[in-house]
C-alpha cells in the first residue's frame, strides 16, 4: 500500500450550486426549453418562488443568512411582486438527492430553484426538468470570473449550461490534529508520503489513546451519500493510475488494480480498528459530527474523508 500524496489541492468537481427549473413534468414546454410566460412557474404559483435545499442543524445556514439577508431583498428591490420561500429539506445528504428526485416528477411538488450537486445536472437535465441558462447567462457578465473547471460541472452532454455556483465549492486535503498527533510520537507538520504513512500515523494514535479517539475518520455510510462515495472512496482511487470512468469507450470501469487498492484502504481502516464506529459512520450526519463535533473537541486524529491522494 504504497500510493503517494499530492501536495496540489483538486478543485471539487463536486460543486454546489443553483439550479433553475422550468416545469418539473415531462411536457413539450419541457422538452423544447420554452420559457413562456404561460408557462412561467412563478405566474403558475401566483408569484410565489420557491427555493430548495438540503438543512439540518447548521447545516447550510451559512447559505440561509445569504439568502435572507442579500439576495432575496436585492431580488425583491427589483421584483417586488414576487414571494419567495425558502424550502429547506431537512433530511440526510443521502436521502436528499432521493427526495429532490421526487419532487421534480410533479410540477405540484417541483421547486423553482434548487441546490444540486454537479453530478445531478446531467441526468436531471436529460429528463426535461432543468432550463438551459445559456441565454440567460449571455447577459451576465459574472460568467466570465468562472473558471473553466468549474463551467465544466454545470454543462451536460448536449452542451447546454444548466446551473451557476453561486455560494461555494470544495477543495480537498487531510486533515489533522497537531496536537493529537504530536502526543502519539508522529512529527509535526506532518507531511505523509504515501498510503502507508496514513495508517501508521493512525496507528500511532490508536495506541496512544485507546478508545477515547477517532485515529482516522473516513466518510463509509451509504447514509452520507456522496461523501461517502466521493470524498473518501474517489479520493482514495486518484491516488493510483487508474480512473473511474473510460471517456473514450464510454465506459465504467468496474474492475482495476486502483479499485481494490482503494478498497483495500477502507477495509484496512476498519479490520484494524482505525475507524469511527458504526453507530458514528453510518448516521446520515455523519460528515457533520466529524467536522462538528469530533475535530473541535479533539476526539479525532485526522479526517481523511476530504484529501487529495496523487501517485
Sequence with gaps: ?????????????????????TTACSNSDSDTGSTDKENDPKKAKNNELTITFRSGGSTNQGLINWLNDMVIPKFNEENPEVNVQLSPLEVSEGDYFAKVALLLQSEDTAPDIVTEDTFMVNSDASAGYLEALDDRIESWDGWDKVTDTVKKGVIAEDGNIYGVPPYNTDTRGLWYNKELLADAGV???WEPKNWDDIINAAKAVKETFEDDVVPMWMNSGKATGEATSMQTFEMLLYGTDDPLYDYEEEKWIVKSDGLVDAFKFIDTIYEEGLGPNLSQVLNGQGSSIAYQQLMPEGETGNWAGRYVANR
Design 1 to 21: 500500500m504504497d500510493r503517494n500524496i499530492g501536495k496540489k489541492v483538486l478543485l471539487a468537481g463536486l460543486l454546489i450550486l443553483l439550479i433553475l427549473f
Design 187 to 189: 512529527s509535526v507538520p
